[in-house]
């Protein structure tokens, strides 16, 4: 089974995290194969990598597995370098990496999630509420989430009038005046994205073309152009989590085992045996391996996969996770 550029993604359509690294493997025409994954747990393709992370997606590079789209998205600019889509100036990258921070970590996504159509079919499927209950810790009430709306409403109007008066405001097509779109486009547009694909998740009298025509434009331009892209690439191979630990047996680790910073806050050395989670949701599910890189921003660890026990690397931003010893650690 052939894995192009032996990047696989692990994903399913509606998540629209994933959909950020989908569509910038697209925009950048990046060959690569999908292993597409239900909603909800269990994952059994995930469970071949021995990974208890369940966040999706999950990008795969040889035998580099990582993790959160705030580390993919980098990751995958500096390991394929030609072609990149990133920011070119300072001010650029300042705005970029902001514009991550806000549409990520910062309210614009969790509000938009408060706005999920009760009516959708997910919603009303009460495997999917309590699957999600355990994934951020907070009960799934239909009745709870009904109220929150309004509020979700007033935040995701005021996110809708910094892009309409700010970053767009003077008409341009694309937010660094590019060609084509950019990562920036792609950190600026996909909680938008997201909302005006959901039937009935905006409400017109509030959130509509007639109070935001320019963000309502560039959100349809953008889908215009990535389905351009879209349908001049094959599409993306679909393999199993079989298929995927197959593959990397024989391939490469795309980064050397890095250094483990003297400095660090931790005192973590390298060779420790650390435990890796994610501090926002899905925080339960963490990893244990042996620590083999530990930068400002990047931690890696080594671990096996079920079958076979082959060596895989496991990176993980330091943004949103935490990282203690395996043994005596708390957490
Ligand atoms: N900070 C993470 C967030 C990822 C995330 O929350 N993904 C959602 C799907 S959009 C998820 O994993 N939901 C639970 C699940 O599918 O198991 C990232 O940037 O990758």
């Given at each position: 089974m052939s894995i192009p550029n032996d990047i696989c993604l692990f994903w399913y359509t509606t998540s629209p995290y994933a959909r950020k690294i989908s569509w910038y493997l697209t925009l950048r025409g990046l060959a690569h194969a999908q292993c597409m994954q239900p909603?909800?747990?269990?994952r059994p393709d995930m469970e071949q990598l021995n990974i208890a992370y369940r966040r999706i997606p999950l990008l795969a590079v040889g035998k580099d597995v990582y993790l959160d789209t705030r580390l993919i998205l980098p990751k995958l600019e500096a390991l394929f370098p030609d072609g990149a889509i990133g920011p070119k100036s300072v001010e650029e990258q300042a705005i970029q990496r902001l514009l991550e921070k806000w549409t990520s970590d910062a309210g614009v996504f969790t509000r938009s999630a408060q706005l999920i159509p009760l009516a959708a079919p997910a919603m009303k499927d009460p495997n999917f509420r309590k699957d999600r209950e355990d994934f951020t810790g907070r009960p799934w009430d239909l009745n709870v989430m009904a109220r929150a709306r309004p509020e979700a409403t007033v935040h995701i109007r005021d996110a809708f009038e910094i892009l309409e008066t700010t970053l767009l405001a003077d008409g341009r097509e694309w937010i660094f005046n590019t060609e084509k779109p950019s990562l920036g486009d792609i950190d600026a547009v996909w909680p938008f994205h997201w909302l005006v694909g959901m039937p009935t998740a905006l409400d017109p009298n509030y959130i509509s073309p007639t109070q935001f025509p320019k963000t309502f434009a560039y959100i349809d331009r953008f889908g215009k152009a990535l389905k351009a892209a879209r349908e001049s690439l094959p599409k993306p191979v679909s393999v199993t989590g079989a298929q995927v630990v197959e593959h990397m047996a024989n391939a490469r680790f795309y980064e050397p085992a890095g250094n483990v910073d003297a400095n660090d806050p931790t005192g973590l050395k390298s060779g420790d045996e650390v435990t890796i989670g994610p501090l926002d949701s899905g925080a339960k599910h963490r990893d244990t391996g042996r620590l083999v890189t530990l930068t400002p921003n990047e931690v890696v660890l080594a671990k096996q996969t079920r079958a076979g026990g082959m060596e895989l690397h496991v990176h993980a931003p330091r943004w949103g996770f935490r990282v203690f010893r395996a043994t005596g650690g708390k957490i």
């Amino acid at each position: 089974m052939s894995i192009p550029n032996d990047i696989c993604l692990f994903w399913y359509t509606t998540s629209p995290y994933a959909r950020k690294i989908s569509w910038y493997l697209t925009l950048r025409g990046l060959a690569h194969a999908q292993c597409m994954q239900p909603n909800v747990l269990p994952r059994p393709d995930m469970e071949q990598l021995n990974i208890a992370y369940r966040r999706i997606p999950l990008l795969a590079v040889g035998k580099d597995v990582y993790l959160d789209t705030r580390l993919i998205l980098p990751k995958l600019e500096a390991l394929f370098p030609d072609g990149a889509i990133g920011p070119k100036s300072v001010e650029e990258q300042a705005i970029q990496r902001l514009l991550e921070k806000w549409t990520s970590d910062a309210g614009v996504f969790t509000r938009s999630a408060q706005l999920i159509p009760l009516a959708a079919p997910a919603m009303k499927d009460p495997n999917f509420r309590k699957d999600r209950e355990d994934f951020t810790g907070r009960p799934w009430d239909l009745n709870v989430m009904a109220r929150a709306r309004p509020e979700a409403t007033v935040h995701i109007r005021d996110a809708f009038e910094i892009l309409e008066t700010t970053l767009l405001a003077d008409g341009r097509e694309w937010i660094f005046n590019t060609e084509k779109p950019s990562l920036g486009d792609i950190d600026a547009v996909w909680p938008f994205h997201w909302l005006v694909g959901m039937p009935t998740a905006l409400d017109p009298n509030y959130i509509s073309p007639t109070q935001f025509p320019k963000t309502f434009a560039y959100i349809d331009r953008f889908g215009k152009a990535l389905k351009a892209a879209r349908e001049s690439l094959p599409k993306p191979v679909s393999v199993t989590g079989a298929q995927v630990v197959e593959h990397m047996a024989n391939a490469r680790f795309y980064e050397p085992a890095g250094n483990v910073d003297a400095n660090d806050p931790t005192g973590l050395k390298s060779g420790d045996e650390v435990t890796i989670g994610p501090l926002d949701s899905g925080a339960k599910h963490r990893d244990t391996g042996r620590l083999v890189t530990l930068t400002p921003n990047e931690v890696v660890l080594a671990k096996q996969t079920r079958a076979g026990g082959m060596e895989l690397h496991v990176h993980a931003p330091r943004w949103g996770f935490r990282v203690f010893r395996a043994t005596g650690g708390k957490i």
